[in-house]
């Protein structure tokens, strides 16, 4: 008997519970990493998010949106070592109050103050100090209702673009591994000093899901190495449980809801690292439907999921909404708890490197001038009306799923 399996019926009552106000949720992009460049960027003023935060909200009413994630930008709030700034975030925790607005907050999204990084000696012991602060701000403006968290946003995807792309601060190449353990061993000294504070704070946990496939007519070496990149996914996800690295001090009970990033490039050969196109067109065998991933994370674990990040830029941002809506039905149907969809990044945003073009990714525009910049202040928003058309038929497709299940699988 695996080590989740043994503890599973130790659950508090409360995580058995679905916390959030809306299935459907919105995501501002919130990064405040070093880019690949040394250049700090602030994508909460980059997209004129911080700016418009009373717009941004009122625009999710007609969607029936009333879940967001936001960033606390821990640059930002510690600038001096254990002295924070709470300003901004009470600021910002006021709006959503005003507007009726959930916030689930990421302590951590994709960046650390100036004299951090995952490798220094006493990034765990600040990040635990950072997550302490922030419920005890946090419990004084708001002292009973639920709180949701995610302490370090996608662990999997920063250790590769700190440690094996030098794409972020710590900028190193084959030392992925060391900064995925610093990462983790940071995140879970985290849950424990929130639920120290707090007992009853959720943690929404936000890797990406991946399928990682060999190539076509591929050795039996390529395809253990594929099957073995592919099983990495849940590294961190192991570690935060316990399953892996118990030295670190992960629990089963600090894994709680299961986020899953998942966008139109996270199926690829490893290797060549070609993407398997997500329509599919050309019936590659390789290729896995959405609902099968959630399957196999669902089965892996017994934690109810959510879709914490999807998005698709350009023209085809409709047909990838409607497909993402008829998998998650697929999944709802079976009774898998799958308790949200989010889409990020809800307003667009540029590149962090290259801070031209947007991505076009968003269910609103930034107007832009010719030259691909932000055109004028305060970013005028341009609603994309054929994503918006195929999101609220989306959102009928999922509705109609919730209320007909064929058979309720969920067991914790």
């Not at 099983?231 to 316990?242: F, N, P, R, V, W």
Request: glycine share 6%; net charge negative; charged share 20%.
């Amino acid at each position: 008997m695996d080590v989740l399996t043994h503890q599973r019926i130790a659950l508090p009552d409360h995580i058995l519970s679905n916390p959030f106000r809306s299935f459907w949720m919105a995501g501002y992009e919130c990064t405040d990493k070093l880019n690949s460049w040394g250049n700090r960027v602030d994508f909460l003023h980059t997209t004129g998010h911080l700016q418009r935060l009373d717009d941004d909200y009122q625009d999710l009413q007609p969607f029936g949106i009333r879940t967001v994630r936001e960033g606390i930008r821990w640059s930002q709030v510690e600038k001096r070592p254990y002295q924070y700034d709470w300003q901004v975030v009470e600021h910002m925790i006021e709006r959503g109050r005003v507007n009726g607005i959930q916030q689930v907050w990421d302590l951590c999204h994709f960046g650390f103050p100036d004299d951090l990084t995952p490798l220094h000696p006493m990034f765990a012991r600040r990040f635990a100090a950072l997550c302490r602060s922030f419920i005890q701000f946090y419990r004084t403006i708001d002292p009973d209702r639920t709180l949701i968290v995610t302490p370090i946003n996608e662990v999997s995807f920063l250790s590769w673009l700190g440690g094996d792309a030098r794409g972020t601060s710590p900028y190193c190449i084959g030392q992925g591994w060391e900064v995925k353990y610093g990462l983790m061993r940071a995140y879970i000294e985290g849950v424990a000093a929130l639920r120290e504070i707090d007992p009853t704070v959720r943690i929404l946990t936000t890797e990406p899901l991946v399928n990682m496939v060999p190539p076509l007519n591929a050795t039996p070496e390529q395809i253990g190495q594929a099957a073995l990149a592919h099983t990495d996914q849940y590294q961190a996800t192991d570690m935060l449980s316990g399953r892996m690295c118990p030295e670190l001090g992960g629990r089963p009970e600090y894994l709680d809801i299961i986020g899953l990033n998942f966008y139109y490039n996270n199926q690829w050969i490893v290797g060549s690292g070609e993407f398997l196109p997500w329509a599919n067109d050309w019936l590659d065998p390789r290729w896995r439907p959405l609902r099968d991933l959630f399957m196999q994370v669902y089965h892996r674990y017994q934690r109810p999921i959510v879709l914490s990040e999807t998005s698709h830029p350009g023209e085809d941002r409709p047909s990838w909404i409607r497909f993402v809506a008829r998998e998650s039905a697929a999944v709802l149907k079976q009774g898998i708890p799958l308790w949200g969809i989010c889409l990020y990044p809800i307003i667009d945003r540029p590149d962090w490197d290259h801070l031209t073009p947007w991505h076009r990714s968003g269910l609103w525009d930034a107007e832009l001038d010719v030259n691909g910049a932000v055109s004028q202040e305060p970013f005028r928003r341009i609603l994309n009306q054929p994503y918006a058309d195929a999101l609220l038929d989306a959102q009928a497709l999922v509705a109609l799923a919730q209320i007909q299940p064929e058979v309720n699988h969920f067991r914790l």
